[in-house]
Every structure is written in structure tokens, then in C-alpha cells.
């Protein structure tokens, strides 16, 4: 550690505590320990820094216990997260309630021990809602607890929700709802309202977030200045590339790696972070912010009549319309606000009787299987342009599993993409951010940033086993465990299951896991290719053929991971996965699906899907 961030930590300020001056070998060993870790445990290391000081007697070297006085007041905010929105939600609540001089701790909710829920004073709970109203992985545990019978009374609790979801689903915020009403059923007193926010939940966070720090100042201010931890200051850096701030990473290599004749175009894209100074490690994600394909901005403006180069001014900004629609608008997601504000403006009454809770297998089914374009087409209204853009959502970044471990590639990333391509209604259809990562070239530039996965890690202990399933591009994570397992000379076995639809068309990165085979770094392969056969075999059958010996597996400790589409696979792979638990230990359903829970807690269970 340099002079200049020696003299940063020595000047924190405890005042209850006289001045200690720490020296370069000791702020070189906390350098080394904390350089790695994310905000999120940087926060959690703070606060049990913090605790560990207040337990020990000013000019004593001893830990002693607490003593029976009651702990100061302190915010805790807990988080659930799938896909990391409400992750860097959480963490920016916590990052400005330190710098406030608030007392407060930030914990994933896995992380979170249950038995203090009955001690807690503030707390903020923000929680995602995924598919048909469940929570994320990271927070099964915490919602089964708080709406379980174990739940203590919370009659000296303050609390908020914000609740995370995607309006186009019929339980939307499901979760948030559940949890704010729960908490109030339990004894605790909102100190603020339930938060809802749809996709684009900057609208709806961002007030909200504020008023919870106010409130959260407010109701704190009471606590005693000598036992809140003076605000941590970091030494001035030049800030990283971010979700806000990405950056324009170079494209060294875009390489198609299926056959020719396949129904579908698979790439293996390899971006340059050189001098970004961006990190990752396997099981964190790219995340890239796409332009949507010209040819579609074209097809907009023709359908709806519209001047691509007129200037239209939209929340303070004022830019082309083709511009609104080639970079700022999402033009390939079709969402149920979007069908209801054209239902209004156009009077289409057969598309506003489908937002009736009645018709919402149909509205889904209308969803998926359509682009706006094609309901533009489908519904004709008179839109303006400003109307247009209020009606449409934000474009957003797409995140895909980072394909590559640094500890190989160095300054690299990789990529696997499947591009969206297809034909439908008679016309073309195209994935924005597929397409976008597909046509760039080699020196083209892309917006990216990392997003970490703490829930997708591989073990700490490299002697433990792991089992990959990952059929389709869901196989990307794995490659960059199997560089990591690799290059660290990890002790534990490894077995992959992938499946796609043709062997000979479809098997991806198929020369590297066949040569990991002969050098002994992947110790099992199995292979499901639905489409060879004229019966149809996926992962989660060779599962059920193999039972035996991945229960054996997991029983000996080997940490299980599954990789890929959510509404099918996931959901299959997990029921195979009860039926073999239940088969191989003797258990009942309800037994196996209790056991598999308890891996879920553990981590030793991970599941990156969408």
C-alpha cells in the first residue's frame, strides 16, 4: 500500500478511542485481504470490525462479551437478488447511509441470521420478485422464514419494503407484498410504504430511496453519536467503469461455433478490458448495453408514420427520434404497459379486455410470442413521438455469464451468445443486444461493465467436487470454471452434463471439453441431444440415469451447479433433481425437497438462470 492510502487509514477518526496509528506491514496484510471483495462484504467486514471494537474495553487487548445493555440502534438492510438490481440497490442505500453517519450493515439475505430478526430495530428489505411470484434463490430461506410459523413478534420493529418485479407478470412484486405484509402482521411499524418498481425502476427507487434515507436519519438521530462508526472515506481513485459509466471494451475476436446447416447462430465473442480496470471471477456476468438493429428502428418510424430525424425532448433530453429509438428505447420486449398504452390510444378494446385478471394466460401467451412491432402493425394508432416515448421503457443492458476465467485469458473476456433471429407474423424478428454483439466486428467497441455473482462461485475448498449442468449457451459459466479449476490445480472432480439439439451441429466448445477429458481436468461428460433421436433426451433424463452416483456426489459434499433457461429447464432439472434425492436417500418428496433446500442454503447448491 502506497503513503498516500497509509495516511488515509491512519487518519479514520474513533473518537472514543484513543489515536492508534496502524503500520505499513499491517495495512499491507488488511490491503491484501479486502482488495478483492465486493461492496457488499466490504460493508459486512466494516460492520463486524465495527461490533468487535465496541465489545472490546478502551486501552484492553482482550475481546471481552457484551455486556446486558441493549445494542445502539443500527439500519440493516437486507437484500434478495437474481439478477443484481436489487443487490446494487441495497448497496447504494448502504454506501449513502454511511456517508450520513448512520449505523448500518448490508447483508445478502442468505447471509442473514434469522435468529436476530426478533432483535432488530430498522430494517429495509429489498427483494426482487422472479417468474410466477417467487424470490430469488438467495432469499428462499428468509421468506420462508419471516412467513413461516418460527417467525418471532416484531412489536419494537421499524421497517420498509421495496419490492422489485415486472409488471407484465400477473403476481407482480409478489414477494415485497408478501414480506411488507408480513412484517406489519408480526408487530413492526412501517417507518416507509411499500415500494413497487417495474423494469424500469429508476422511476419508482429513486424517490424512494431517498425518502428512506430521510426517514432513516430521522428515526436514528436518536441513537448516541460515540458508539456510530465515523464514515469511511477511500483515498481518492479513478473511478471504475460501472452499470452507469461502461466501458467501450474492444472486440478481438466474434467467431460463429456451431455448424453451418444449425437451426440456430451460436458466437464465441472475446472482448479486451485492457486498462479498463475492471475485474471479475467465474460465475460473475457481462453486462453489455446494446443498440437495437436498424432495420427494426426503420420498420418503427415506417409503421407509425414518423420523422426519424425530428427532435422530440423526453425527461430533460432533447434528441432525434431515431436516436430515442436506436440506443434509448426497448423496441424487442413486448410488456403489458406497452399493450395497455396502446389499447388506450387506440381504442383497441380486444386488447384491453386481455389486461383483465381473467384473461392473464392469454395476455402471457400474447407476450411471448409477439415483438411491439407486431402489434403496432397488428393495432394502427396515431401515436406523437413524445407520446411514443412515454409509453415506451428504457432500453436496459443484457447480462450474460462470463464465459472465461482472467487467471487464463488475463485482460479477456468471453462470451457465449445465442443471436435472436427468427421469422414470425411474416416478418423478420431480432433480439437487440444478440444482434448487436453478432454484427460487431473485430476493433468494434462495446458498452460493457461487470456485474457480480456472489451466489455463483465455485467452492472454497478446491478439493470439493462440483457437478455443471448446462445445456445450450447455459454451458458458458462452466468454461470458465473448468479454466479456474485448471489453472489453480483444484484437487476436486468435475462433471459437466450439456445438452443442445444436435450433436453434430450443436455442441459447443465440443474439442475443449473432449481434450479436458483426455488430460483428466474434466472427469465426467454426459451428453443429451434432443433432436437426434425420435425420442427426445435432455439433461435432466441423464440425471435420472446417472441417480445413483450424483446422489453419491452430493452426499460427499460436492457443490451442484445449473445454468440456463428458467420457465423450462431449470424448473425440470430441479424436479429430477427431488426424484433422484428422494429415490437414492429414502426419503419422501416432501424430505427431498427439504434436503435440496437446505444445499440452496449451504451454497452448495447455485442456480444462474433466466
Known sequence: MDVQKEDAVNAVAAPEFPAVTLDAARISQLAALVDELTPAELYRVAAWCAARAEQIPVGSTQAKAVGAAEPAPQLTIVYGSQTGNAKRLAEQLAGRSTDSGLPVRLLRADAYPQRELARESHLVVVISTQGEGEPPDDA????EFITGKRAPKLPALQFA?????????PLFCAIGRQLDARLAELGGQRFVPLG???VDFETVTTPWLDTTLARASEVLKTASPALRPAPLHAVSTRTLPSREQPFAATVLGNQRIVARDSERDVRHL???LEGSGLHYRPGDALGVWPRNPPTLVTQWLEVLKLDAASEVSHQGRTLALSQWLGAERELTRLNRPLVKALAE?????DLLALLRPENSAALATLLTDNQPIDLLRRYPTNWDAEA??????????????IASSPKLVGDEVHLTVAVVDYQAHGSAHWGAASSFLADADEDARIPVFIESNERFRLPADP???????????????FRAFMQEREETAASGRNWLFFGNRHFARDFLYQTEWQDALKRGALDRLDLAFSRDESHKTYVQDRLREHGAEVYAWLKGGAHLYVCGDSSHMAKDVHAALGALVA??????ADAARAWLDELLQQGRYARDVY
Do not use: K, N
Not at 478439493?463 to 459459466?477: H, Q, S
Not at 429415490?583 to 419422501?588: A, C, P, Y
Open 161 to 169: 419494503v421495496l419490492g422489485l418485479g415486472d409488471s407484465s407478470y
Open 140 to 143: 428462499r430461506g428468509l421468506v
Open 463 to 477: 478439493a470439493r467436487d462440483i457437478i455443471m449442468i448446462g445445456p445450450g449457451t447455459g454451458v458458458a459459466p
Open 270 to 272: 472475446e472482448l479486451s
Open 345 to 349: 390510444a387506440g381504442g383497441h378494446t
Open 388 to 401: 411514443l416515448l412515454a409509453a415506451l421503457r428504457p432500453l436496459t443492458p443484457r447480462l450474460y455469464s
Open 583 to 588: 429415490e437414492h436417500g429414502q426419503l419422501s
Open 196 to 198: 413497487e418498481a417495474d
